[in-house]
């Protein structure tokens, strides 16, 4: 009688432990804010486009294709850019502005900007987040380097 009564009560136990877990599973996950960075190495692929290799500390190695316009023809120039980004936990998306400095005598450019996420697929669907960024342009080659910091939210 005793057995019987301990094996009751387990298998109410594991029953219990069975629904709390479903739960746990279930249950919303609260987005979870931290800081980043990327890294960019990449060149233009057309006259409005350019490929880049993405190094991200949050998303690991990826690819991205970004495309952008510059207003005006006077340096600084200013302009704005769309970004997709491939990352094996899914894509992201963002949008920007930059400046490109004045050209040294070497055909080397500065840029900065800043921008914003947009969603995405997989864990970037509902990510939100906010970026600054600083690099290199190399107008002979059109290589950019380019170094991102900003805080994350998923």
């Not at 900065?112 to 697929?121: A, I, M, N, V």
């Amino acid at each position: 009688m005793r057995g019987g009564a301990v094996g009751a009560a387990g298998a109410i136990g594991l029953a219990i432990l069975s629904v709390l877990s479903a739960y746990a599973i279930a249950a919303p996950q609260t987005a979870t804010k931290r800081s980043f960075t990327e890294t960019l190495t990449g060149a233009s692929i057309s006259a409005h486009a350019s490929a880049y290799k993405v190094t991200s500390s949050l998303d690991g190695t990826g690819a991205a294709i970004q495309h952008w316009s510059v207003m005006g023809t006077k340096y600084p120039l200013h302009g704005t850019l769309t970004q997709t980004n491939y990352f094996p936990d899914g894509v992201s998306k963002a949008k920007g502005t930059f400046t490109l400095g004045a050209l040294f005598e070497n055909g080397r450019s500065t840029i900065t900007g800043h921008g914003k996420c947009l969603g995405g697929t997989r864990v970037h669907r509902n990510e939100k987040c906010t970026f600054i960024f600083r690099g290199t342009y190399n107008s002979d080659t059109t290589i950019a380097v380019v170094q991102v910091i900003g805080t994350d939210t998923r």
